[in-house]
């Protein structure tokens, strides 16, 4: 028997304005420092992200409004790529070698390596890469061989596509409904949030940027002021509302990651049809087996002070190797 899994937004989306969320960043001080003194290895100081715990070790986090202020970003999940947000890269190390994007390492699929937040931001990124370049990665720039907001890695010379990256959801199963999600946070009590890969294989519910609802950030508790993914996006005494909170509010508009702008104006996230699951879903996997910790290499220790991923030089110079061959 089929059931009709419905997004919770279908209904509220079509009678709302929409607005897009700002983004924060991660700003390494000792990179800073070193740009300053001239001796920089030319990795960039300031990354863009949507959640302070992206940040590595000794990084401060920028709200939207600090990275306007001190003169960093801008930060989006539009069609401009090299401003695009950061998020997770997952790696299949033992079997098919391919790269997947999530929004970070948690919702890898499971025994899947976690490449970190800002994999290849060390890369120069050509001035021309957008949606419908072609995928490239030299000794002067790259294009498409990032995890973005709006872009999904790309392998080898392959098209680099807007609205490519996918999302998770959040599962009601008295209802049978879902409603497109960054992470667990973005659920209401009841709910069982499940990454992109797993909605994808559980439920064919395929979120882009366009689809995935977020919160907002209030001035009084009832007047808004912007669109965010999570409450450290919102300014000095303003407060977090959630994206299901937000929809129940009268004259407010609906927050979403980005707008369909490569397919024209943004359409209702639609019904998915799905079979009814045998049992209620299951419990997100366990933890990863290979983690990917994050430092924050200073001049102390002989380094550049750049976000570094990676838990070992060994794992690092196997990875190269195997990510060459494969990519």
């Known amino acids: 028997m089929k059931i009709l899994l419905l997004n919770f937004f279908t209904a509220a989306v079509a009678a709302q304005q929409m607005e897009i969320a700002r983004f924060g960043g991660c700003l390494n001080e000792t990179q800073v420092a070193l740009e300053a003194a001239g001796t920089s290895d030319g990795v960039s100081p300031f990354s863009c992200h949507m959640e302070s715990a992206h940040c590595g070790e000794g990084e401060r986090w920028l709200t939207p409004m600090d990275v306007e202020s001190e003169g960093f970003g801008p930060c989006g999940c539009d069609e401009d790529y090299d401003t695009n947000a950061y998020i997770g890269t997952c790696y299949d190390l033992s079997g098919s070698h391919q790269v997947v994007c999530a929004y970070d390492g948690s919702q890898c699929p499971e025994n899947w390596m976690d490449l970190g937040q800002r994999f290849n931001n060390d890369h120069e990124i050509d001035e021309s890469c957008n949606d419908e370049s072609n995928a490239s990665d030299n000794e002067e720039s790259s294009c498409g061989k990032r995890c ?4 999904h890695y790309t392998s080898r010379d ?18 049978r409904t879902y409603e497109c999600a960054v992470a667990n946070h973005s659920c209401a009590e009841g709910e069982e949030f ?18 995935t609802a977020v919160g907002a950030c209030m001035e009084g508790g009832s007047t808004f002021s912007h669109c965010a993914v999570f409450e450290d996006s919102c300014g000095a005494g303003q407060s977090f509302t959630t994206a299901r909170q937000l929809s129940s509010m009268s004259d407010m508009p609906s927050c979403r990651l980005c ?5 024209g104006e943004t359409p209702a996230p639609m019904a998915a049809p799905v079979s009814s699951p045998v049992s209620a879903p299951v419990n997100n996997p366990v933890s990863m087996p290979v983690s990917s910790p994050t430092n924050s290499v200073t001049a102390e220790d002989g380094g550049s002070g750049a976000f570094v991923q990676g838990s070992t030089v060994l794992m690092s110079a196997l990875l190269y190797t195997v990510l060459s061959f494969a990519l």
């Open 148 to 151: 973005l907001c709006n872009y």
């Open 158 to 175: 392959g098209p680099v596509d807007a609205g490519t990256s996918t999302y998770g959801i959040c599962y009601n199963s008295e209802s």
């Open 194 to 211: 499940f990454g992109p890969h797993e909605g994808i294989d559980q439920y064919g519910a395929i979120c882009n940027c366009d689809d």
């Open 259 to 263: 707008s369909n702008t490569w397919e």
